[in-house]
């Protein structure tokens, strides 16, 4: 074999051996496909978002009931003052409340969480992917690619997070404020020893509407809507971006396999506790600034700085294993059964175009 022959079939496995390399650079630099989340619409992911959460409010409503009145226990009352503590552990409090008020004592206020979640959830999930495309379209377009999957960033997902949370915060306003007023009244034949923060009694979602809105009108049914922006901007904040980081993170370590429940259950379990932390402070005002009857706070300001100077910082986790007992499930029922829900409404969108 000639030299010139020789330098050619070098020259000739050198090209091959660039175009592998470049193939396997290529392939690992891959556009991601879409998820469901990412493919179904904005109507869609809003029911699929709202459904979803409904289906996990029945089975958390009462754990919620439990966290709502340890949160309005000892309200502005110093600890100096010896009063008696009626819950003392989420525990103790369900038995309590069941012995005392029964099965519709703890789901008590139900009706008011459906329509809550399905504004709530249905903005802070349905929202949440459209927030993320329009925010990496004009912040990082470098990193954008129409038609494939959105790159994770954690600035754009957080942000993504509380526009979504807001949104919705903003809309399920109303439904919380009476689903609060209706799950801090008791019935109990006792009712002076068995009761925390201020009394409102309401025979259901519409009346409780129909009250506040013959009494104070709009800027009424809004009252506090500040306190509850910031309390599920907060939770939003860490909910969608937890669950993806460790989902991905999951998968990518190869720990579980995709589309698993034990993907979907870890995923959302670290999400709760995320969630939980963040969130419960501001879930605290939230709870009191809707609970009140007249004007004992100004805003949620105000009604941090009254808490912290009479009960002390501790206070703003009151009802925190409460909380964490209620948003843990809630969340892992919430994001799994929107799992499915997305895929079932991605099939129904499918269909529908064809």
């Known amino acids: 074999m000639s ?152 600035i754009i997902n957080v942000s993504s997070g509380f526009i979504s949370g807001s949104a919705g915060a903003i809309l399920g306003s109303p439904f919380f404020l009476i689903k609060t007023r209706m799950q801090s009244y008791t019935k109990a034949a006792s009712e002076a020893a068995h009761h925390v923060g201020q009394q409102t009694y309401y025979k259901g979602v519409w009346d409780g509407l129909s009250q506040v809105y013959k009494s104070e009108g709009i800027k009424g049914l809004y009252r506090g809507v500040d306190a509850a922006v910031l309390r599920t901007g907060a939770g939003s904040s860490a909910q969608l971006p937890v669950y993806t980081y460790t989902k991905n993170f999951l998968l990518k370590h190869n720990i579980v396999d995709e589309n698993s429940l034990l993907l979907h259950f870890i995923s959302s379990s670290m999400a709760g506790l995320g969630v939980a932390i963040v969130m419960n402070p501001w879930d605290v005002i939230l709870t009191r600034v809707y609970n009140q009857k007249g004007n004992l706070y100004k805003g949620p300001i105000d009604c941090f700085q009254k808490t912290l100077r009479y009960e002390g910082p501790k206070a703003f986790y009151k009802g925190f294993w409460a909380q964490l007992f209620r948003i843990g499930p809630h969340s892992i029922l919430t994001l799994m059964f929107m799992e499915q829900c997305m895929k079932v409404m991605v099939k129904i969108e499918h269909r529908l175009k064809a």
Do not use: W
């Not at 949160?71 to 503590?85: D, N, P, T, Y």
């Not at 519709?104 to 399905?118: D, E, I």
């Open 3 to 154: 030299e010139i022959e020789v330098e050619k079939k070098k020259v000739a496995l050198a090209t091959a051996a660039v175009a592998a390399a470049s193939a396997s650079v290529s392939n690992k630099n891959e556009t991601k496909p879409q998820t469901n989340l990412q493919k179904v619409s904005l109507l869609g992911g809003f029911l699929a978002g709202g459904i979803a959460a409904c289906g996990a409010v029945t089975f958390t409503n009462p754990i919620e009931l439990v966290k709502t009145r340890m949160q309005l226990q000892g309200e502005l009352v110093k600890k100096s003052s010896g009063e008696a503590v009626l819950y003392r552990n989420p525990f103790q409090a369900f038995a309590f409340i069941f012995k005392n008020e029964g099965i519709r004592g703890l789901q008590q206020g139900l009706m008011c969480g459906y329509f809550y979640q399905l504004g709530l959830n249905g903005c802070r999930l349905g929202l949440y992917e459209p927030s993320r495309y329009y925010l990496t379209k004009f912040l990082t377009p470098q990193n954008f690619q129409d038609g494939h999957s959105i790159p994770q960033n954690l």
